[in-house]
């Protein structure tokens, strides 16, 4: 390991025990704008350790009550949504088991899902109607998993139900994560026997990370069919990457 390296992971360790230390002994008495603006700088610092600069796109300003769906790259995708616009996500179950992270994503308030546990996902779509009726942001990502860059997997409609009970808006965001020539960047992609760790290192000691975040048009969740939401939200995140979709 050379001396840059090190000395990028030292940081990062250190910056996992200060979140550890907020989430102990701040967020059980901080109040929900609080903890926000945490998860937020916390988020944004992360980030700047990994060396991975966000860019907002042009698009639709992003909603302060809204059911955020996005395409599923990274583990880095929930930390550069936070870093913007901080959510309660819902997320499977594995990122539970991610050293250290797992436990900070989930004191945020992330809520996992296991894999085709028909139980966990009636009791989390009722938290998602309830925290939407309490008009929080909440988002997922309907892919299920992750998908290397240029591919676009199939939307799961389930969640979708969510804002429809809730009467609550549908908005999409694209992610995509590209190098200083604009192509997808080759440290990213986390899929196939990449594990956690390898990813964490490749990202640190690769070149640096443009994340580029797109909001886009809200799509209205009121009177509408889950599968209808899935489907319009896959076609406009897909329209805003510039890949083709993936057929159902």
């Not at 997922?140 to 979708?160: D, I, K, M, R, V």
């Not at 997808?184 to 026997?193: K, L, Q, S």
């Amino acid at each position: 390991m050379n001396i840059r390296l090190g000395w990028r992971l030292a940081r990062l360790i250190l910056h996992l025990l200060q979140g550890l230390a907020t989430c102990a002994l701040v967020f059980p008495w901080a109040g929900a704008r609080l903890r926000e603006g945490l998860v937020r700088r916390w988020s944004a610092r992360l980030l700047r350790i990994c060396r991975v600069e966000v860019e907002r796109q042009s698009g639709a300003a992003a909603l302060r009550h809204a059911l955020i769906v996005s395409n599923h790259i990274s583990w880095l995708d929930i930390f550069v949504i936070n870093s913007l616009h901080p959510c309660r996500f819902v997320a499977k179950a594995e990122i539970r088991a991610w050293p250290v992270l797992g436990w900070l994503v989930a004191q945020a308030g992330t809520v996992f899902i296991a894999r085709g546990s028909r139980r966990d996902l009636r009791h989390i779509f009722k938290g998602l109607v309830d925290a939407l009726a309490q008009h929080q942001r909440v988002a997922f990502f309907p892919e299920g998993t992750t998908a290397s860059q240029g591919n676009l997997l199939p939307f799961h409609a389930n969640l979708f139900e969510a804002a429809i009970d809730a009467k609550a808006p549908v908005q999409p965001v694209a992610l995509a994560y590209v190098d200083r020539s604009g192509g997808w960047h080759p440290a990213v992609d986390y899929t196939g026997e990449t594990t956690f760790v390898d990813s964490i290192l490749r990202i640190i000691g690769g070149e640096p990370v443009i994340a580029r975040v797109s909001c886009l048009a809200p799509i209205e969740g009121a009177g509408a069919h889950r599968r209808e939401l899935a489907q319009a939200a896959h076609a406009a995140i897909a329209a805003a990457l510039g890949v083709v979709e993936s057929a159902e």
